[in-house]
C-alpha cells in the first residue's frame, strides 16, 4: 500500500520535458528542411543546376556528420541542458542569416558556409535527445518517449511544408528562413530557463525519481562529468552488434533524407505539380511517417510489458519497417499522382515504424560515454545525409529522372533490415573498463537467435 501511494503521489515532470524536446526537435527539423522548399525559386534565380542544388543540400551533412563525436564528447562533458541550448540558439541564427544570401556576391559559398555552421550547431541534438530520455524515463516507456522526439520530423515536413511553400509563394524565399530561425532563438531562450537534469528540476519529486530508477532510467547520469579514453572509443566502434546499428541507421537515415531534400523537386519536375501543390501533398507522407513512428513506439513497449524480450520488442518494428519501406521503388510504375502519393506514404509510414534506432542507443550504450556513443551512432546514420542529396543529384542529373534514385533508395532500405537481422544480434548493454576492456551485460533479456526467442 505505501508503494502505491508513493506511485499515485509521483509528478510527470518527465512528460514535459518529452514536449520541449519534442518541439526543440520539430524545428531542428524544420531549420534543415528550409532550403528543401526554397531550392526552386533559389535555382530559377541564381541559376543552380542539380548538382550544384545537391551540394547546398549536402553542405549541412558533411559538418553535421564531422561534428558528431565531437558534439558527443562536448555532451558528456557539459551536459545536455546547456549543449542543447546555446546549439538551438546558434543554428537558429545561422537559418535566419541564409535569408540574407542575396545581398553577396557569392551566393552560393555563402550559402554552403551557413548550412555547414548550422550542421555545427545542430550536431549534439540527437544524442542530447537520447541522453535526455535515458536520464527520464525507465525503459518501459523509454521506445514511446523516443517515437516522440523522433516523430517530430515528420511533424515538421507535415505541418511546416505547407506554411513554408504558402510562405514562398505569397512572399518571397527570403521569408522562410526569417520565420523559421526567429521561432527557434526564441524557443533556445527558453530552453536554457526551464529545462534541467532530472536531480535539479524544480518540478520533479523524489517518487518520480525512484520510479524512473526502478524502471532502468538513469537520473544521476548528469551528475558526474565523464572523463573519455580512447580505448573505450575504440572498444565501442568495433563491437559487431554496434556495427550492425550504425549500418542499419544509414539506411534507414537515406530514406529520411530523400524526403527532407529532393522530394519536393521530385513532386514539381517529376510529377509535374506547382508549388501549393507540393505543399499540400509533400505534407501527406509526413503525417503518415509520424503516425508510423508513433505505431512503432507504442508496439515496442507493448510488447516489452508483455514479457518479450528487449532484442524482439525493439528489432522486429525496424526490420519490418526497412523492408516494408523498400516498397518506394513502386512509385516508378505508376503514372497516377494519387497512387504515387499512396505509395510515398505508405513507404514513409513503414520507415517511421522502424525509426527505433536512438532507442536501442540509449538501450546498449555504456553509460560513461553515452553521449560519444550516440555521436558515433549519428554520424554513420547521418553520412546519409551528405551521401544521399549527393548520390540523387549525380542520378538525376545523369538520367534525366528520378527512377534510379527510387531504387537506390529501396536497395539501401533492404539493406538495412538485413543488418538488423544478421550482424546486430542480440541487444546487451555494453559495459566498459577505464582500459577500454568491454563485456555484455543484458539489457533485457540476452537471447541467442537473430532477433530473439519470443518471451524472455
Known amino acids: 500500500m505505501p508503494q502505491v501511494q508513493n506511485a499515485l503521489r509521483k509528478t510527470n515532470a518527465r512528460y514535459v520535458i518529452l514536449v520541449l524536446i519534442f518541439i526543440a526537435t520539430t524545428f531542428n527539423y524544420v531549420d534543415r528542411a528550409t532550403l528543401s522548399v526554397a531550392a526552386s525559386a533559389m535555382k530559377a534565380e541564381f541559376g543552380f543546376d542539380a548538382v550544384t542544388m545537391g551540394l547546398a543540400f549536402s553542405a549541412f551533412g558533411w559538418a553535421y556528420t564531422a561534428m558528431q563525436i565531437p558534439g558527443g564528447w562536448v555532451l558528456d562533458k557539459y551536459g545536455a541542458r546547456l549543449v542543447?541550448?546555446?546549439?538551438?540558439?546558434?543554428?537558429?541564427?545561422?537559418?535566419?542569416?541564409?535569408?540574407?544570401?542575396?545581398?553577396?556576391?557569392?551566393?552560393?559559398?555563402?550559402?554552403?558556409?551557413?548550412r555547414f555552421l548550422m550542421g555545427i550547431a545542430e550536431s549534439?541534438?540527437?544524442?542530447?535527445?537520447?541522453?535526455?530520455?535515458?536520464?527520464?524515463?525507465?525503459?518501459?516507456?523509454?521506445?514511446f518517449a523516443t517515437s516522440i522526439f523522433q516523430s517530430a520530423q515528420y511533424f515538421a515536413l507535415a505541418v511546416f511544408t505547407p506554411v513554408m511553400t504558402w510562405t514562398l509563394h505569397s512572399f518571397s524565399w527570403h521569408a522562410i528562413f526569417y520565420w523559421a530561425g526567429g521561432i527557434g532563438l526564441i524557443?533556445?531562450?527558453?530552453?536554457?530557463?526551464?529545462?534541467?537534469?532530472?536531480?535539479?528540476?524544480?518540478?520533479?519529486?523524489?517518487?518520480?525519481?525512484?520510479?524512473?530508477?526502478?524502471?532502468?532510467?538513469?537520473?544521476?547520469?548528469g551528475e558526474k562529468r565523464a572523463t573519455i579514453r580512447w580505448a573505450q572509443v575504440r572498444a565501442l566502434i568495433s563491437n559487431r552488434m554496434m556495427i550492425g546499428i550504425y549500418i542499419g541507421q544509414f539506411c534507414l537515415t537515406t530514406i529520411t533524407w530523400f524526403f527532407l531534400t529532393w522530394f519536393p523537386t521530385y513532386l514539381l519536375e517529376a510529377r509535374g505539380m506547382s508549388i501549393l501543390q507540393v505543399g499540400v501533398v509533400a505534407a501527406i507522407p509526413a503525417i503518415c511517417g509520424f503516425l508510423g513512428s508513433l505505431t512503432g513506439g507504442l508496439w515496442s513497449d507493448w510488447m516489452l510489458r508483455r514479457g518479450y524480450s528487449l532484442t524482439l520488442a525493439r528489432k522486429l518494428p525496424i526490420i519490418s519497417g526497412l523492408m516494408f519501406s523498400s516498397t518506394i521503388v513502386?512509385?516508378?510504375?505508376?503514372?497516377?499522382?494519387?497512387?504515387?502519393?499512396?505509395?510515398?506514404?505508405?513507404?514513409?509510414?513503414?520507415?517511421?515504424?522502424?525509426?527505433?534506432?536512438w532507442c536501442i542507443v540509449g538501450d546498449v550504450s555504456p553509460k560513461q560515454i553515452?553521449?560519444?556513443?550516440?555521436?558515433?551512432?549519428?554520424?554513420?546514420?547521418?553520412?546519409?545525409?551528405?551521401?544521399?542529396?549527393?548520390?540523387?543529384?549525380?542520378?538525376?542529373?545523369?538520367?534525366?529522372?528520378?527512377?534510379?534514385?527510387?531504387?537506390?533508395?529501396?536497395?539501401?532500405?533492404?539493406?538495412?533490415?538485413?543488418?538488423y537481422l544478421v550482424i546486430v544480434g542480440p541487444l546487451k548493454r555494453l559495459e566498459l573498463s577505464e582500459d577500454g576492456a568491454s563485456r555484455e551485460a543484458p539489457a533485457g533479456a540476452a537471447l541467442p537467435a537473430a532477433i530473439g526467442h519470443a518471451r524472455s
Not at 95 to 110: R, Y
Not at 124 to 143: I, K
Not at 189 to 195: A, E, M, R, S, T
Request: aromatic content about 14%.
Open 330 to 357: 513502386l512509385a516508378n510504375y505508376v503514372q497516377s499522382d494519387v497512387v504515387v502519393i499512396v505509395v510515398m506514404s505508405l513507404a514513409f509510414f513503414a520507415k517511421g515504424i522502424g525509426n527505433l534506432g
Open 84 to 114: 542543447y541550448g546555446i546549439g538551438l540558439i546558434l543554428w537558429s541564427a545561422f537559418t535566419v542569416m541564409q535569408g540574407f544570401v542575396h545581398l553577396v556576391s557569392f551566393t552560393f559559398f555563402a550559402l554552403f558556409a551557413l
Open 370 to 419: 553515452m553521449g560519444i556513443s550516440g555521436g558515433i551512432f549519428n554520424l554513420c546514420g547521418n553520412l546519409a545525409s551528405i551521401a544521399t542529396p549527393l548520390a540523387i543529384g549525380i542520378i538525376v542529373k545523369e538520367m534525366g529522372s528520378f527512377d534510379l534514385a527510387l531504387v537506390y533508395i529501396g536497395v539501401l532500405a533492404l539493406l538495412g533490415a538485413f543488418s
Open 187 to 221: 524557443l533556445g531562450v527558453f530552453w536554457l530557463v526551464y529545462v534541467h537534469e532530472p536531480r535539479h528540476h524544480k518540478g520533479v519529486n523524489q517518487a518520480e525519481l525512484d520510479y524512473i530508477e526502478a524502471g532502468g532510467g538513469m537520473p544521476d547520469m
Open 124 to 143: 549534439p541534438a540527437f544524442p542530447a535527445n537520447s541522453r535526455l530520455t535515458v536520464m527520464w524515463f525507465p525503459n518501459q516507456e523509454r521506445a
